[in-house]
T-cell receptor, first 111, second 114 residues
Framework: DAKTTQPTSMDCAEGRAANLPCNHS???????VYWYRQIHSQGPQYIIH???NNETNEMASLIITEDRKSSTLILPHATLRDTAVYYCIVRVAVGNTPLVFGKGTRLSVIA | IAGITQAPTSQILAAGRRMTLRCTQD?????MYWYRQDLGLGLRLIHY???????GKGEVPDGYSVSRANTDDFPLTLASAVPSQTSVYFC?????????????FGEGSRLTVL
């Protein structure tokens, strides 16, 4: 699976949009982009995933560049409860290849 | 409530002792995983099982063993614990193959080896 690069940490003001970048320049055509987050001392939680089209659900939006070499997770109105470590993962969609987590981005939402 | 149950939630263990971390899911998910999480290193995959009766090695399998006798249970065993195995251990499961099928995680087991 392709590796990802994320900033170590970011801050965001409460109520503003949080934009978390992820670089995956070696992504293959059959690899999806997944986002998970981990709130302090809890198990990670799935957020969203996509292949090449932008995706949106009740939690977030995922914007993938046309060349698929990078993506951005957008939390439209960040709250204090969104403070967490956010993981960007790329994974082959065929079969049951395990997800391999990197170190993620620590997002701090500030009041 | 359906989900993944891990036990124990916390354990202090003397080096050299044998320890089994238990993981049970009631969602009938085919795939299950064990991760460890250490400060500064993120989540690392130890072992996984795509279906009952099969297992595979992850990034950091040494010192650990797993079994998958049935769909629901996926215990992780440390045959002879060492201090470097002090960590928080997360079990996860996943229903579907392919692109979908999000991972569901347990609440973790904090293990301290002295």
């Amino acid at each position: 699976d392709a590796k990802t690069t994320q900033p170590t940490s970011m801050d965001c003001a409460e109520g503003r949009a949080a934009n978390l970048p992820c670089n995956h320049s070696t992504i293959s055509g059959n690899e999806y982009v997944y986002w998970y987050r981990q709130i302090h001392s809890q198990g990670p939680q799935y957020i969203i995933h996509g292949l090449k089209n932008n995706e949106t659900n009740e939690m977030a939006s995922l914007i993938i560049t046309e060349d698929r070499k990078s993506s951005t997770l957008i939390l439209p109105h960040a709250t204090l409860r969104d403070t967490a470590v956010y993981y960007c993962i790329v994974r082959v969609a065929v079969g049951n290849t395990p997800l391999v987590f990197g170190k993620g981005t620590r997002l701090s939402v500030i009041a | 409530i359906a989900g993944i149950t891990q036990a124990p939630t916390s354990q202090i263990l003397a080096a050299g002792r044998r320890m089994t971390l238990r993981c049970t899911q009631d969602m009938r998910h085919n795939a299950m995983y064990w991760y460890r999480q250490d400060l500064g290193l993120g989540l690392r995959l130890i072992h996984y099982s795509n279906t009952a009766g099969t297992t595979g090695k992850g990034e950091v399998p040494d010192g650990y063993s797993v079994s998958r006798a049935n769909t629901d249970d996926f215990p992780l065993t440390l045959a002879s614990a060492v201090p470097s195995q002090t960590s928080v251990y997360f079990c996860a499961s996943r229903k579907d193959q392919g692109a979908g099928g999000e991972l569901f995680f347990g609440e973790g087991s904090r293990l301290t080896v002295l």
